[in-house]
């Protein structure tokens, strides 16, 4: 199947910094991602869908300017938390979508970044 | 908007058969996903529905009835590797990105 990576896979940074996040995917291209953000024993909440060469398509209750996304390439996505506070502390998940696959709506996710904020 | 349903936990021991239920309102329809995630991991892709009836691979099996808007995941001859969250997921009203139920955690004993 599909393979999408994802660095770092954890990172821990002081209140207030910054802190950016890469998903690639490695065989094939990928005109949309996704982000996700995961609480503990809790469900993925969909924040963000990132497509190459436009603006990304936030969730409703995200914040834009806080989860900053870049889509620069047909094989990379980039999340940054921008001043990052402890409640952002959560398991970040990206995904990409095959248009290759048989099944066009096939997600294949990325190991995922375990942030945790100071 | 989505609504996914589905238990929250199920135990079952090695070897036995198990059935873990969905149900789902969606404004607009375009498959059903189901998702396995251990702890810790990313979730890795096990089914995908878009038409009525059941679709069997190995010891997965993954059926989608779209005029209940019901949808169940068997799993049969349980090992112990298959304790983890199984998530079902619909796809949003603009039919991009995947929506998640909340998942189910499934614990295999001895």
């Known amino acids: 199947g599909a393979v999408v990576s994802q660095h770092p896979s954890r990172v821990i940074c002081k209140s207030g910094t910054s802190v950016k996040i890469e998903c690639r995917s490695l065989?094939?291209?990928?005109?949309?991602m996704f982000w996700y953000r995961q609480f503990p024993k809790k469900s993925l909440m969909l924040m963000a869908t990132s497509n190459e060469g436009s603006k990304a398509t936030y969730e409703q209750g995200v914040e834009k300017d806080k989860f900053l996304i870049n889509h620069a390439s047909l094989t990379l996505s980039t999340l940054t938390v921008t001043s990052a506070h402890p409640e952002d502390s959560s398991f970040y998940i990206c995904?990409?979508?095959?248009?290759?696959?048989?099944?066009?709506?096939?997600?294949?996710f990325g190991p995922g970044t375990r942030l945790t904020v100071l | 908007g989505q609504n996914i349903d589905q238990p929250t936990e199920m135990t079952a021991t090695e070897g036995a058969i198990v059935q873990i239920n969905c149900t789902y309102q969606t404004s607009g329809f375009n498959g059903l996903f189901w998702y396995q995630q251990h702890a810790g991991e990313a979730p890795t892709f096990l089914s995908y529905n878009v038409l009525d009836g059941l679709e069997e691979k190995g010891r997965f099996s993954s059926f989608l009835s779209r005029s209940k808007g019901y949808s169940y995941l068997l799993l049969k001859e349980l090992q112990m590797k298959d304790s983890a969250s199984y998530l079902c997921a619909v796809t949003n009203q603009a039919g991009t990105a995947l929506i998640f139920g909340k998942g189910t955690t499934l614990s295999v004993s001895s």
């Open positions: 995904s990409a979508r095959d248009p290759t696959s048989g099944r066009a709506n096939t997600q294949y």
């Open positions: 065989d094939f291209q990928a005109t949309t």
